[in-house]
């Protein structure tokens, strides 16, 4: 079995794949944005409810690959409770370690950390970052005090 | 009998790959890179433009490559070959020139389920725009053409069926001289997208008797950016030209100009010669083997990796059953793991296969997928390959199921 396989799907990936938390329609959404990877067909919405300027809760629901459903989910646990700048600062660390520019970040992610093994697959950070874009996009679209959709995001 | 890989330089620089993915883009052998080379070494001008003796070479050159691709086509008449980038921008010729001149409001264009998005888009956005009616011919469950529903699809208002020769997705061959019948029987002219059909069947332009047969180069050995369209004379006659400029244009007068004759019509601008030259190349390459050979070779792989795989636990194929009504492409999805992820544990094993929807996105939502894995085949894949696939699959799936529970 291949050491950068083991790396990539580790057991809390393929668990988040499989069971993926926060996946659900939230109705009652501050904001939600799309995010596509026309290529691959790939599709998630990602719903946040915000209290001020905390983020209490979010949640998603799309179909894509391991990666981008374990990063959703990955992600939805990691920004919940969390300011809005928080949450960006944590999509620019996260950024940074699967892109392999700042490899040194993982460690500080706690299970994020689960998805650094991205790095070594160039062609496999568009799926990771796909959910981020789009939660991105989300905040946003929310800054305008309006809770219609932000435009969807491609990460193609 | 398969190809020596020897004759493949990227094949035979890299042993342990296994390429699976000639539906996509072949390999090139030696002989092809070599004639594009030769012909930059020897014979490089422009061609129709001088002269002098190297501008002659070059023309040589050029319509030698027409005169032997034509023939390796089936077709007699060489100058109703129309040398374009590929199958994509033939189809987008036929529909852009023939199209707006023929398909009125009113009038009916139908295609198949199964079309890569190079023949669907074209004529969907073609039936927009004059007001004409699209419809799409549904498949059988096994991925064929319904040819009940194109019999009553095929009214007498219809005036183009254009279809695949062969599915890109599902590797299904289609009843070209069926769907002619139908398409003629209304006076309707039928247009096919060879893409998939010239790497892998002798095609037999003439006996077909399709108004129109598209190819793209690169998918039969050749180099990219080249690949052509033959039709009918009359057709090519009666139809106003798609791009104009140099070459295609007999007189320029201040208010208005006259064309060239075939096929210069239809060729705008400085021709690929190294891409006709190349591909003349390919096709003496494949005459080499025999085309019967190609199609027994991958008759007897897709059959091999048919009943191989069916095998592997929670393995979903996709297409006909039998070895026999495909090309060399088998289409499947593997449990509940997305094809992106299978793509990714296969290529660290060395095997390169395609995840996605194939530019074909009309015949998933029928099929209720995303997206498929596709393995394909050409004239140097082995049962070897086969092997490599089938392995790396089970390795695939017991990473993917060691943890659940």
Redesign the interface.
């Known amino acids: 079995?291949?050491a950068?396989?083991d790396e990539?799907?580790q057991?809390i990936i393929?668990?988040h794949n499989?069971r993926p938390r926060n996946f659900r329609v939230m109705d009652d959404a501050s904001a939600h944005a799309e995010g596509k990877n026309p290529?691959?067909?790939?599709?998630l919405t990602i719903w946040l409810k915000l209290d001020g300027d905390v983020i209490s809760d979010v949640s998603f629901q799309g179909?894509?690959?391991?990666?981008s459903k374990a990063s959703a989910s990955l992600m939805t646990a990691a920004i919940k409770g969390k300011s809005r700048s928080e949450a960006e600062a944590i999509f620019t660390k996260f950024h940074g370690v699967v892109t392999g520019a700042h490899p040194e970040d993982a460690a500080s992610m706690g299970s994020l950390k689960a998805l650094s093994g991205v790095s070594r697959?160039p062609?496999?950070v568009k799926?990771a970052s796909l959910a981020w874009h789009a939660m991105h996009a989300a905040l946003g679209q929310d800054e305008g005090g309006t809770a219609a959709a932000a435009a969807p995001v491609s990460t193609e | 009998m398969s190809a020596p890989r020897a004759d493949f330089p990227l094949l035979a620089a890299q042993p342990s790959l296994v390429y699976l993915d000639s539906a996509a883009t072949a390999q090139k052998p030696r002989v092809v890179i070599d004639a594009i080379r030769d012909y930059y070494e020897t014979a490089n001008a422009n061609p129709h433009r001088g002269a002098y003796k190297l501008s002659g070479a070059a023309t040589d050159a050029y319509h030698g490559a027409r005169r032997e691709i034509a023939r390796f086509l089936g077709a007699a008449d060489a100058d109703t070959l129309i040398f374009t980038r590929g199958t994509t921008e033939a189809m987008n010729l036929l529909a852009t020139a023939w199209g707006h001149q023929h398909v009125h409001r009113g009038d009916r264009v139908v295609v198949t389920r199964m079309e890569h998005h190079a023949n669907f888009v074209p004529w969907q956005q073609l039936a927009r725009d004059v007001g004409a009616e699209f419809r799409i011919c549904e498949l059988t469950d096994d991925g064929r053409i319904d040819m009940d529903q194109l019999r009553l699809l095929v009214t007498a208002n219809t005036k183009v069926v254009a279809f695949g020769h062969v599915s890109n997705a599902l590797g299904t061959i289609n009843d070209v001289r069926e769907i002619v019948k139908i398409a003629h029987a209304i006076g309707a002219v039928a247009f096919c997208d060879g893409a998939q059909g010239a790497p892998h069947l002798r095609v037999e332009f003439d006996a077909l008797g399709v108004d129109a047969y598209a190819f793209s180069g690169h998918k039969m050995l050749g180099p990219m950016g080249i690949g052509g369209v033959i039709a009918r004379r009359a057709l090519l006659e009666s139809t106003h030209p798609y791009q104009f400029g140099g070459d295609m244009i007999e007189f320029v007068f201040d208010g208005d100009s006259t064309w060239n004759t075939l096929p210069h019509k239809f060729e705008a601008g400085t021709p690929n010669v190294e891409g006709a030259v190349g591909l003349a190349a390919a096709v003496r390459y494949l005459d080499g083997i025999d085309m019967d050979n190609v199609r027994a070779h991958e008759v007897e792989l897709t059959r091999y990796a048919l009943a191989q795989l069916a095998t592997i636990d929670g393995m979903q194929l996709f297409g006909p059953a039998a070895a026999e009504a495909r090309s060399g492409v088998v289409s499947f999805n593997l449990s509940d793991?997305?094809?992106?992820?299978l793509s990714?544990?296969l290529d660290?094993?060395g095997v390169c296969v395609r995840?996605?929807?194939h530019c074909a996105?009309p015949l998933?939502r029928a099929i209720h997928q995303?997206?498929t894995v596709r393995a394909s085949f050409y004239v140097y894949n082995t049962a070897a390959d086969v092997d490599a696939l089938v392995a790396s699959l089970r390795?695939a799936h017991a990473?993917?199921h060691a943890?659940?529970g």
């Open positions: 079995m291949s950068e396989l990539l799907y057991s393929l668990d499989r290529l691959c067909g790939d599709q179909s894509g690959c391991a990666i697959f062609l496999r799926c | 793991i997305h094809p992106h992820d990714t544990m660290v094993d995840a996605g929807h996105q998933m995303t997206a390795r990473r993917f943890h659940a």
